[in-house]
Antibody, heavy 120, light 113 residues
Framework: QVQLQQSGPGLVKPSQTLSVTCAISGDSVSSNSVAWTWIRQSPSRGLEWLGRTYYRSKWYNDYALSVKSRIGINPDTPKNQFSLQLNAVTPEDTAVYYC??????????WGQGTLVTVSS | DIVMTQSPDSLAVSLGERATINCKSSQSVLYSSNDKNYLGWYQHKPGQPPKLLIYWASTRESGVPDRFSGSGSGTDFTLTISSLQAEDVAVYFCQQYYTTPHTFGQGTKLEIK
């Protein structure tokens, strides 16, 4: 059974970096048949796909254009986890952030969600 | 980006009755080489992460009750709950995974009448 456990601060100051980690159990971040994805949800934006990382003999990333200049999604193979960094945050980045496993395109396992508020 | 539009925004249905939610994509999500529609449906209850219900537009995820079904092709899709149960109260989202970013519909809130 795959489980995803998220961790990270719930409050980030404007212009700083948001960072959330997703620890994986029951699968491997280096699996060559799935991808590892970040999504966020806010009242103003709804559900927004942010990007993914996946391993197919080497590591790949895809990012949404809306955040491409500010985002990093990085695997940590020794710890079997992956992380989201979002730079230069503004109050518009306030949202619940979810990690998820992507299998053949769909999100079949999700983390519990992390509410991140951007405020001074 | 592919824009996903759901209708209605909210829906109230009596217990035991049928609920129907529609999802329209701004371009086709049917991949001709494998004849698959890259469309999924999710159920989202408060305080929980979304749950995958349907993929390839009509394939139920393991463990999902058979009262949930998906249909459609190309740009027009439907999620049907054949006999509404109290535990089906939730927000339902469609998502295309034909091309990145994998965009979502705005959601349909399903309530009991």
């Amino acid at each position: 059974q795959v489980q995803l456990q998220q961790s990270g601060p719930g409050l980030v100051k404007p212009s700083q970096t948001l960072s959330v980690t997703c620890a994986i159990s029951g699968d491997s971040v280096s699996s060559n048949s799935v991808a590892w994805t970040w999504i966020r949800q806010s009242p103003s934006r709804g559900l927004e796909w942010l990007g993914r990382t996946y391993y197919r003999s080497k590591w790949y990333n895809d990012y949404a254009l809306s955040v491409k200049s500010r985002i990093g999604i990085n695997p940590d193979t020794p710890k079997n986890q992956f992380s989201l960094q979002l730079n230069a945050v503004t109050p518009e980045d306030t949202a619940v952030y979810y990690c998820a496993r992507t299998r053949a395109g769909v999100l079949d396992y999700w983390g519990q969600g992390t509410l991140v508020t951007v405020s001074s | 980006d592919i824009v996903m539009t759901q209708s209605p925004d909210s829906l109230a249905v009596s217990l035991g009755e049928r609920a129907t939610i529609n999802c329209k994509s701004s371009q086709s999500v049917l991949y001709s080489s494998n004849d698959k529609n890259y469309l999924g449906w999710y159920q989202h209850k408060p305080g929980q992460p979304p749950k995958l219900l349907i993929y390839w537009a009509s394939t139920r995820e393991s463990g999902v009750p058979d009262r949930f079904s998906g249909s459609g092709s190309g740009t027009d899709f439907t999620l049907t709950i054949s006999s509404l149960q109290a535990e089906d109260v939730a927000v339902y989202f469609c998502q295309q995974y034909y091309t990145t970013p994998h965009t979502f519909g705005q959601g349909t809130k399903l309530e009991i009448k």
